[in-house]
């Protein structure tokens, strides 16, 4: 049985792989440099997040409305996804940073494809 990648609100993902597309789940250090009074400058480490980066060759309609959907709200989306440090699937709470921008590709049986699909998202709250 496959595993997704990638489910967004209870919507599964197709599996970006290959010629298809692109899934990348990395850890993004969040800190700030400091300049202290005698003027030495020090940064400090306030947590780390996940980002995801998803693309996809083309969506069906259905997908694509209901991916801008719930990418295009500026709101806070549950996410389950895989990463490279665990085995499984892991949950949390996301913010879409790059909001997809498709394409129109092509009608088949009267429906739209959409091409250019690709976005990111950047977890919500830093953990240890």
């Not at 850890?27 to 400090?44: H, K, N």
């Not at 500026?74 to 892991?90: A, D, H, I, S, Y």
Request: hydrophobic residues 30%; aromatic residues 10%; proline residues 5%.
């Amino acid at each position: 049985m496959e595993t997704p990648q990638l489910i967004i609100e209870g919507t599964v993902y197709p599996e970006a792989v290959g010629s298809d597309g692109e899934y990348r789940c990395e850890d993004e250090i969040l800190s700030e440099q400091v300049e202290m009074i005698s003027g030495r400058i020090v940064e400090e480490v306030r947590g780390t997040v996940k980002r995801i980066y998803y693309t996809y060759k083309w969506f069906d309609d259905t997908l694509m409305r209901k991916c801008l959907q719930d990418l295009k709200g500026k709101r806070v989306v549950n996410v389950t996804f895989l990463q490279p440090e665990t085995e499984g699937r892991v949950s949390s709470q996301f913010l879409c940073t790059e909001i997809p921008n498709p394409q129109y590709s092509m009608s088949v049986d009267g429906k739209p494809y959409w091409t250019g699909i690709s976005f990111s998202l950047r977890e919500v709250r830093p953990h240890a």
